[in-house]
């Protein structure tokens, strides 16, 4: 759909042609930018008195007060604000007339002077020249400031909230509180890389393009590479590149990275999403869950300043230790169903009808037993909580208990009522894994979204010889969210996936 310039930017390509005419070129080349906001404020502070300090500074013109033969305005970039003061006599008055007439809000402009406090006590720049740096054609959403209750609450033209993630451009540009969730989100992974680096763990990059999809649970997005007559996937998990590199002798390693699902879409779920995954030589989940907990201490600390936060109106403490339960105690707790009464996926769904639960035609007996995790358990974990001891059949890369077929050394964790990662100790046995694999096969049908199909690669790299390991998987959107108290993980994407708008 080609572009229609509304009222407002037909006004506005109006004043960029009087401003060619005037001889200014409205996109320049070159910015002489001397002081952010912040280091200009900085500046001034460790000034002695009545020190002349100069500075030129650049922004987003976002206030402007014309009286007259003055103006105030004010320009924002990444580190704040600051007030420009132009006087007629001090800038000429064609400048002060251009600036006044031709500039609107959302303009870049750059502006030269000398630092000073108004008689209100702001600080500001007297500015002696401006230069626009570029010129906005289509008006930012207004916001606007009301004070409710003793609170200031800000209402942005945004009333649509997706419209907010269509336009992810405009949202940071008018919302600051937006900007700083992406912060908290950027400060969130490099805690993460630092954590992993101090505990000798190697970053690697493993393919996102592969011949074979697995690792997890989900059904992949699929491509074609024409050259090579290829069909190829997008990575759904890391996990069986990163062990054959503990077959290589990488004993620690992680990534962090995009998977890609293409499952539905939810306020915890993105078919494109940023994971975390480390495996580690000689540990088991035990140690895994010892190391997770710590880690996210040391995540909230770094970012946050504590380890006791408040999400959606729970107060959570994240310091360690953290709870532990096994899933069968969980779901005796939260459902009331012992599901060790009922062997089979039969009896065990009859069970789950009768209380109200969802139960699925054809589910697998471990497949049930994640439902009434999800359904009855999940919700009520509220506290960092380790969920320990899963279904065999539903965790195909984890060692069994010894002396209990049914179960394997696997954990969940959840905080806030929200499933926030998974751990084995993985599996090392190549005869034991074949017949895992070849067991999924019989038990899922061909077209279940479950079932992945056989990576010989990977048994190949077991039958060298895998060293004892234990890995892990989270969601790095979900820790964002967590760390930035939002509810629906579009909050944490910069660009999340939406539905195609009608255009009709």
């Known amino acids: 759909m080609s572009w229609e310039p509304s009222p407002l930017e037909e006004q506005r390509l109006a004043k960029l042609a009087q401003l060619q005419e005037a001889g200014i070129e409205p996109y320049p080349l070159r910015v002489k930018r001397t002081h952010t906001t912040a280091a200009a404020k900085a500046a001034f502070a460790a000034a002695a008195e009545g020190e002349a300090i100069p500075a030129t500074v650049g922004g987003r013109l976002v206030s402007m007060r014309d009286m007259g033969k003055t103006v105030f305005a004010h320009v924002e970039d990444g580190d704040g604000r600051i007030q420009l003061f132009l006087r007629r006599d001090e800038i000429g008055e064609e400048s002060h007339r251009i600036f006044r007439k031709l500039l ?4 870049f402009v750059q502006a030269e002077g000398t630092l000073f406090r108004t008689r209100t006590g702001e600080l500001s720049l007297r500015v002696s020249q401006w230069t626009l740096l570029s010129k906005a054609i289509s008006p930012l959403p207004v916001v606007k400031e009301q004070e409710v209750d003793g609170e200031v609450v800000r209402y942005s033209a945004f009333a649509d909230v997706e419209e907010r993630y269509r336009q992810r451009y405009a949202d940071l540009a008018v919302n600051p509180e937006v900007r700083d969730v992406f912060r908290v989100r950027a400060k969130l992974t490099s805690a993460l890389r630092r954590f992993f680096d101090d505990h000798d763990f190697l970053e690697v990059e493993t393919p996102i393009l592969q011949p074979l999809y697995g690792g997890a649970a989900a059904r992949p997005f699929t491509t074609h590479h024409n050259q090579l007559k290829q069909e190829l996937y997008l990575r759904i998990s890391f996990e069986l590149y990163l062990k054959r590199l503990l077959v290589g002798g990488i004993e620690r390693v992680y990534e962090i990275g995009r998977d890609f699902r293409n499952e539905g879409v939810s306020y915890k779920h993105n078919p494109e999403f940023t994971q975390l995954e480390f495996y580690a030589a000689y540990w088991d989940y035990d140690d895994v869950a010892d190391f997770t907990e710590r880690m996210i201490a040391y995540a909230a600390e770094q970012v946050l300043g504590k380890t006791t936060i408040v999400y959606q109106g729970h107060e959570i403490n994240l310091a360690p230790p953290w709870q532990r339960m096994t899933l069968r105690d969980g779901i005796k707790q939260f459902a009331e169903i012992d599901y060790m009464d009922y062997p089979d996926a039969a009896s065990l769904a009859t069970a789950v009808r ?116 234990g890995g892990f998987g989270t969601g790095v959107d979900r820790l964002a969210m967590l760390f930035s108290d939002k509810a629906t993980i579009r909050e944490v994407l910069l660009f999340p996936h939406l539905r195609a708008r009608d255009e009709g």
Do not use: C
Request: glycine content about 10%.
């Open 354 to 469: 009768k209380i109200g639960g969802n139960a699925p035609e054809g589910a697998s007996w471990g497949q049930l037993i994640d439902g009434l995790l999800g359904d009855y358990v999940e919700p009520n974990l509220i506290q960092p909580t380790f969920v320990t001891q899963y279904p065999r059949d539903i965790s195909p890369l984890a060692k069994g208990i010894p002396d209990d077929p049914l179960h394997v050394e696997r954990f969940e964790f959840f905080i806030a009522g929200l499933e926030m990662g998974n751990a084995f100790t993985e599996l090392n046995d190549p005869i034991d894994q074949r017949q895992r694999f070849e067991a999924l096969q019989e038990l899922y049908g061909k077209d279940d979204d479950e079932l992945n199909p056989i990576d010989e690669d990977y048994l190949r790299a077991m039958r060298y010889g895998m060293p004892p390991n």
């Open 104 to 107: 609107d809000l959302g303009d």
